[in-house]
């Protein structure tokens, strides 16, 4: 049983473009957490989301971040116009049910997003 | 927002020695989790407390909830240089987001 698979590993963008991250949960799991992590320090929660639906985006920043985990693929992490202060690594953790302490979150390797 | 603070920030200590790494907050948490984290990878989920007072042994890690669940503690024993990581500690709430402490960089010299 595959794990949380998470791509590209490493992007690379220079500023003002645009960056998408693709996150595929572990199988039978329909739900999915996008987390920030930038260099020493923990990871910031950023949305939470299930099939074709935001539940809760408290951690999103306002501007140019979007989220999505249509019916059919990956859930994928979208940003617009980076900028450097975006560089960090964005991980996704996906569950069977919504998180609860009976319910395990396991997380993808990650993608380290460089912006030039 | 809850906060997760963690101690030490950093910790170097030579292979064989035994070491604790501290979790806090000022919020009590429905449970508690621990977790590593190696270079280039996502966290790894060691241990799950719940029960305020709780100990739990992961072979030469012992992780313990404190009794008011609003603080947690991980001690290993006889360092070895494969427990090298970054070890964090991540609380949920009520409302079931996880919140990730700070986190502790242990590296164990052999």
Same mark, same amino acid.
């Given at each position: 049983n595959a794990g949380v698979m998470q791509n590209p590993r490493h992007l690379v963008r220079r500023r003002g473009?645009?960056?998408?991250?693709?996150c595929s949960p572990m199988k039978g799991h329909s739900h999915v957490y996008w987390y920030r992590q930038l260099p020493e320090e923990g990871l910031k929660f950023m949305v939470y989301l299930q099939k074709e639906n935001i539940i809760d985006e408290s951690g999103m920043p306002k501007e140019r971040f979007s989220a999505e985990f249509p019916k059919e693929g990956p859930s994928i992490l979208r940003i617009q116009q980076v900028v450097r202060g975006d560089s960090a690594a964005y991980f996704c953790a996906s569950s069977p049910t919504r998180a609860s302490y009976q319910e395990t979150q396991y997380f993808g390797p990650g993608t380290r997003l460089l912006v030039l | 927002t809850q906060l997760l603070e963690q101690s030490p920030q950093f910790l170097s200590i030579q292979? %064989?020695?035994?070491?604790? #790494?501290?979790?806090?907050? !000022? !919020? #009590? +948490?429905? !449970?508690?989790?621990?977790?590593?984290?190696?270079?280039g990878e996502g966290p790894v989920l060691l241990v799950t407390v719940v029960t305020g007072g709780e100990v739990k042994k992961l072979k030469r890690l012992t992780f313990? +909830? %404190? $009794?008011?669940?609003? $603080? !947690?503690?991980?001690?290993?024993?006889?360092a070895q240089p494969g427990d090298t990581g970054l070890y964090l500690c991540a609380g949920l709430f009520g409302n079931e987001k996880l919140t990730f402490g700070t986190g502790t960089r242990l590296t164990i010299i052999p």
């Open positions: 473009q645009e960056a998408r991250l693709r | 292979e %064989g020695e035994n070491l604790t #790494v501290y979790c806090n907050s !000022s !919020s #009590v +948490f429905s !449970s508690l989790q621990w977790y590593r984290q190696e270079p313990q +909830f %404190g $009794d008011a669940r609003k $603080d !947690s503690s991980l001690h290993i024993t006889a």
